[in-house]
């Protein structure tokens, strides 16, 4: 067994802007969901950081408390055998009748601390707080969260009122259960500067560790933060929290890709929205991974920092990533290592926590506005009922120590890869000799075989997996013919994929209704053929529909449930593909899509309509005609996604949204400000088509919402088109950034 243990933890935070309150425990549904527990215990998680917090116990009166949510969940994970680590606050600035600025703050959580361990006595660790720093910060320096100060004085008020309240609170606690534990958790990473910025890079880099300094007595008239503190008047108490200290029992390293910043005072080299400052000099702050050569020191290198300054146990209490699958798994697995390697080399690490099982909503936005930005974790929640993610199966596999990671997540991440760099490169000074990363350039695996090498689709998929990392073989049909089956096999055995992705086959709509043998044998046999083959060798495959499959009656959007009823030979060939490629494959993947569009095809009804209308001429589109038009670059992601999570059966993939031809023209020509009025709506037999077209025929879903809207995608082709200027070929674009990743969110945003 593995000589670390694997803790978890959903999101949990209860945080205020302005009169309400956004709790993300009812956001992700887990609030009426007790059978998560029972999903994180099967994961093989020894420890469970669990809320308990004061604005959801005791919302209205300090003495007004309900229990009855937390005594059924505590009792649970207990039963589970999963050790509780209970939080009383995270993120929050208190209930109603206090803040983070108030002088009773401190004593009123006390209180609140009392009153919970003496319903838990059982309980032996606890985090009374979440990160004391970064919730100051967010609260009382940069106004994001209430009480929405932006002033030094009420920032380090703020700050020391949740060290008192969780000095007090664990006097409390340990009144009644003398053992318990402090686990104290703490945002923590490092800040590069450009020279005329070194100072501010000092300061920042003092004031990280004020959470555990103060808990720990340190902060005394020597400590280089103190005089700062003692100019606002805090001398004072920082001597009597130094006098009696609550030195934590664990350091929680809470770490993120946007952990470790890096400022330049060259602004013009950074868009508008990076541009920061400190009152007395301008500067952009970014995150470092984008920007120094060599690469931040990351998770090793903080870890090690807190060691040597603390010598006290530690633990990875936050570890998240919000991007595409494999770079999640990626994530995770590197911190479990990092702390295993660490671990070999005498630093005293306990636990890695996998953080936000659930997932997080809206952190894209510092939890300032319910927008519903929602980003995946070892659950994906967004069909009702949680289904388990690639990210899952890595855990058990670390918790248990068996098994072999999932071939298409092996490699190094993208932040250590050369796409990491986002701004021009700065070289900066390495302090002390940092750790040599977990990964190193070019790493390999068992590839994903990608079938269709002259599509669309296949050549966005390898476009997709270049980015992302994940070896591939792309082949055509010299090399894999979908009509002979020693072909087929010859070239599964031969790649020793871990995976198939079937996005070859018959295209032509209206030549189908000539070509009916031709079309099915392309679409259907050659998919069902591959299918079985995969299915010999215990191979995963995924392969294409249509929202040709329907007739476009029902009156609304389609979902996975409907029954197939084509009124064509194509949408016939797609039906039998699907209901022959799950027949023979039990891990086969159908995925109906529908209207593609991509700035990397110029021969899409998108481009169609930007070259037609920049050239100032008329276009005729099918008003009559209703669908769900789908960004390729969202479907190749979705897609790669969906087959690392293991998934099957029949998904719906298209952009969230709907609309005739016309209309879907009309938004296009509004994104790249062209003109609207050139677009003339139509009737779809005015066209002559050879194939009946269903009349609505919009795709929605029953299995959970994975792709970003229609008018989001628009607007992320629009970008990209405007930016090449309506390129006649494909490739004059082609090194542009994959448009599809949401690269570098990695969480939060610190």
């Given at each position: 067994?593995?000589?670390?243990?694997?803790?978890?933890?959903?999101?949990?935070?209860?945080?205020?802007?302005?009169?309400?309150?956004?709790?993300?425990?009812?956001?992700?549904?887990?609030?009426?969901?007790?059978?998560?527990?029972?999903?994180?215990?099967?994961?093989?998680?020894?420890?469970?950081?669990?809320?308990?917090?004061?604005?959801?116990?005791?919302?209205?009166?300090?003495?007004?408390?309900?229990?009855?949510?937390?005594?059924?969940?505590?009792?649970?994970?207990?039963?589970?055998?999963?050790?509780?680590?209970?939080?009383?606050?995270?993120?929050?600035?208190?209930?109603?009748?206090?803040?983070?600025?108030?002088?009773?703050?401190?004593?009123?959580?006390?209180?609140?601390?009392?009153?919970?361990?003496?319903?838990?006595?059982?309980?032996?660790?606890?985090?009374?707080?979440?990160?004391?720093?970064?919730?100051?910060?967010?609260?009382?320096?940069?106004?994001?969260?209430?009480?929405?100060?932006?002033?030094?004085?009420?920032?380090?008020?703020?700050?020391?009122?949740?060290?008192?309240?969780?000095?007090?609170?664990?006097?409390?606690?340990?009144?009644?259960?003398?053992?318990?534990?402090?686990?104290?958790?703490?945002?923590?990473?490092?800040?590069?500067?450009?020279?005329?910025?070194?100072?501010?890079?000092?300061?920042?880099?003092?004031?990280?560790?004020?959470?555990?300094?103060?808990?720990?007595?340190?902060?005394?008239?020597?400590?280089?933060?103190?005089?700062?503190?003692?100019?606002?008047?805090?001398?004072?108490?920082?001597?009597?929290?130094?006098?009696?200290?609550?030195?934590?029992?664990?350091?929680?390293?809470?770490?993120?890709?946007?952990?470790?910043?890096?400022?330049?005072?060259?602004l013009d080299a950074y868009p508008p929205e990076r541009h920061g400052g400190n009152g007395a000099q301008a500067y952009a702050d970014v995150e470092a991974i984008r920007v120094t050569l060599p690469a931040p020191g990351g998770l090793e290198s903080v870890l090690e920092e807190a060691w040597v300054r603390y010598r006290r146990p530690l633990a990875v209490t936050e570890s998240h990533n919000g991007c595409t699958r494999e770079e999640q798994v990626r994530w995770v697995r590197e911190a479990w290592e990092t702390a295993c390697r660490l671990k070999g080399r005498g630093v005293d690490v306990r636990a890695v926590t996998a953080w936000?099982?659930?997932?997080?909503?809206?952190?894209?936005?510092?939890?300032?506005?319910?927008?519903?930005?929602?980003?995946?974790?070892?659950?994906?929640?967004?069909?009702?009922?949680?289904?388990?993610?690639?990210?899952?199966?890595?855990?058990?596999?670390?918790?248990?120590?068996?098994?072999?990671?999932?071939?298409?997540?092996?490699?190094?991440?993208?932040?250590?890869?050369?796409?990491?760099?986002?701004?021009?490169?700065?070289?900066?000074?390495?302090?002390?000799?940092?750790?040599?990363?977990?990964?190193?350039?070019?790493?390999?695996?068992?590839?994903?075989?990608?079938?269709?090498?002259?599509?669309?689709?296949?050549?966005?998929?390898?476009?997709?997996?270049?980015?992302?990392?994940?070896?591939?073989?792309?082949?055509?049909?010299?090399?894999?013919?979908?009509?002979?089956?020693?072909?087929?096999?010859?070239?599964?055995?031969?790649?020793?994929?871990?995976?198939?992705?079937?996005?070859?086959?018959?295209?032509?709509?209206?030549?189908?209704?000539?070509?009916?043998?031709?079309?099915?044998?392309?679409?259907?046999?050659g998919a069902i053929r591959i299918a079985r083959l995969c299915a010999e060798r215990g191979i995963p495959v995924v392969g294409y529909s249509s929202d040709l499959v329907f007739d476009g009656t029902a009156g609304r959007a389609y979902v996975e449930s409907d029954a197939p009823s084509p009124l064509n030979v194509y949408g016939e060939s797609k039906a039998l593909a699907e209901a022959g490629v799950l027949e023979a494959n039990p891990k086969g993947l159908m995925i109906r899509t529908a209207a593609f569009f991509s700035p990397f095809d110029p021969y899409n009804f998108a481009h169609h309509v930007a070259r037609t209308l920049s050239?100032?001429?008329?276009?005729?589109?099918?008003?009559?005609?209703?669908?769900?038009?789908?960004?390729?670059?969202?479907?190749?992601?979705?897609?790669?996604?969906?087959?690392?999570?293991?998934?099957?059966?029949?998904?719906?993939?298209?952009?969230?949204?709907?609309?005739?031809?016309?209309?879907?023209?009309?938004?296009?020509?509004?994104?790249?400000?062209?003109?609207?009025?050139?677009?003339?709506?139509?009737?779809?037999?005015?066209?002559?088509?050879?194939?009946?077209?269903?009349?609505?025929?919009?795709?929605?879903?029953?299995?959970?919402?994975?792709?970003?809207?229609?008018?989001?995608?628009?607007?992320?082709?629009?970008?990209?088109?405007?930016?090449?200027?309506?390129?006649?070929?494909?490739?004059?674009?082609?090194?542009?950034?994959?448009?599809?990743?949401?690269?570098?969110?990695?969480?939060?945003?610190?």
């Amino acid at each position: 067994m593995p000589s670390i243990e694997l803790w978890g933890g959903h999101e949990c935070t209860v945080n205020r802007v302005g009169p309400a309150f956004y709790d993300q425990t009812v956001r992700s549904g887990h609030h009426d969901r007790p059978e998560d527990l029972d999903r994180f215990a099967a994961l093989g998680l020894k420890a469970l950081r669990y809320p308990v917090l004061w604005e959801r116990v005791a919302p209205s009166l300090p003495q007004s408390r309900d229990w009855r949510w937390s005594d059924a969940r505590l009792a649970r994970i207990r039963d589970l055998g999963m050790n509780p680590i209970v939080g009383l606050l995270h993120h929050g600035s208190g209930p109603r009748y206090t803040s983070l600025v108030d002088d009773a703050f401190p004593g009123l959580f006390a209180d609140y601390a009392r009153a919970a361990a003496e319903r838990y006595p059982w309980v032996a660790d606890w985090t009374p707080v979440n990160e004391p720093l970064t919730t100051a910060r967010f609260s009382a320096l940069y106004g994001l969260w209430y009480p929405h100060l932006s002033d030094e004085p009420f920032f380090w008020g703020a700050l020391l009122n949740q060290i008192d309240a969780t000095r007090l609170a664990m006097r409390e606690i340990r009144r009644v259960n003398p053992a318990a534990r402090l686990i104290q958790t703490e945002d923590l990473g490092r800040t590069y500067a450009t020279r005329p910025l070194a100072h501010q890079a000092e300061f920042e880099n003092q004031r990280r560790w004020l959470t555990w300094d103060l808990l720990a007595g340190k902060v005394t008239p020597d400590h280089p933060m103190f005089e700062r503190l003692a100019a606002s008047g805090f001398g004072d108490r920082l001597r009597a929290i130094a006098d009696d200290p609550c030195p934590p029992d664990v350091l929680g390293v809470n770490h993120y890709l946007t952990s470790e910043r890096f400022l330049d005072h060259r602004l013009d080299a950074y868009p508008p929205e990076r541009h920061g400052g400190n009152g007395a000099q301008a500067y952009a702050d970014v995150e470092a991974i984008r920007v120094t050569l060599p690469a931040p020191g990351g998770l090793e290198s903080v870890l090690e920092e807190a060691w040597v300054r603390y010598r006290r146990p530690l633990a990875v209490t936050e570890s998240h990533n919000g991007c595409t699958r494999e770079e999640q798994v990626r994530w995770v697995r590197e911190a479990w290592e990092t702390a295993c390697r660490l671990k070999g080399r005498g630093v005293d690490v306990r636990a890695v926590t996998a953080w936000a099982l659930l997932g997080t909503y809206d952190w894209n936005s510092l939890l300032t506005q319910p927008l519903g930005h929602y980003e995946v974790g070892a659950f994906d929640i967004r069909s009702g009922e949680p289904r388990p993610t690639a990210i899952a199966a890595e855990l058990k596999r670390l918790a248990t120590g068996q098994g072999q990671p999932h071939p298409g997540t092996e490699g190094p991440g993208w932040w250590r890869r050369d796409i990491r760099l986002e701004f021009r490169p700065v070289f900066r000074h390495v302090e002390t000799p940092e750790p040599r990363s977990a990964w190193q350039a070019g790493g390999t695996g068992r590839p994903l075989l990608i079938v269709g090498a002259t599509g669309t689709l296949g050549k966005a998929l390898a476009r997709a997996c270049e980015w992302r990392g994940l070896a591939y073989r792309l082949t055509g049909r010299a090399e894999l013919s979908l009509d002979d089956d020693a072909s087929i096999a010859a070239c599964l055995d031969a790649c020793d994929a871990w995976g198939v992705v079937n996005a070859a086959g018959w295209v032509r709509v209206d030549e189908a209704e000539d070509c009916r043998d031709d079309c099915i044998a392309a679409n259907a046999a050659g998919a069902i053929r591959i299918a079985r083959l995969c299915a010999e060798r215990g191979i995963p495959v995924v392969g294409y529909s249509s929202d040709l499959v329907f007739d476009g009656t029902a009156g609304r959007a389609y979902v996975e449930s409907d029954a197939p009823s084509p009124l064509n030979v194509y949408g016939e060939s797609k039906a039998l593909a699907e209901a022959g490629v799950l027949e023979a494959n039990p891990k086969g993947l159908m995925i109906r899509t529908a209207a593609f569009f991509s700035p990397f095809d110029p021969y899409n009804f998108a481009h169609h309509v930007a070259r037609t209308l920049s050239g100032g001429q008329s276009l005729p589109a099918a008003e009559d005609l209703v669908v769900s038009p789908t960004y390729v670059p969202d479907l190749v992601d979705a897609t790669l996604d969906l087959l690392l999570d293991g998934e099957t059966g029949i998904r719906h993939l298209a952009n969230v949204g709907q609309a005739s031809w016309a209309d879907f023209a009309r938004m296009v020509a509004r994104a790249l400000g062209l003109d609207e009025e050139l677009v003339i709506g139509v009737e779809a037999r005015s066209f002559g088509w050879a194939a009946a077209r269903p009349p609505h025929a919009p795709l929605s879903t029953e299995r959970g919402q994975v792709m970003p809207s229609l008018d989001n995608a628009i607007a992320r082709y629009a970008a990209i088109v405007s930016a090449a200027e309506f390129a006649p070929e494909a490739e004059a674009i082609a090194d542009l950034r994959h448009p599809g990743m949401l690269l570098g969110a990695g969480g939060r945003p610190s």
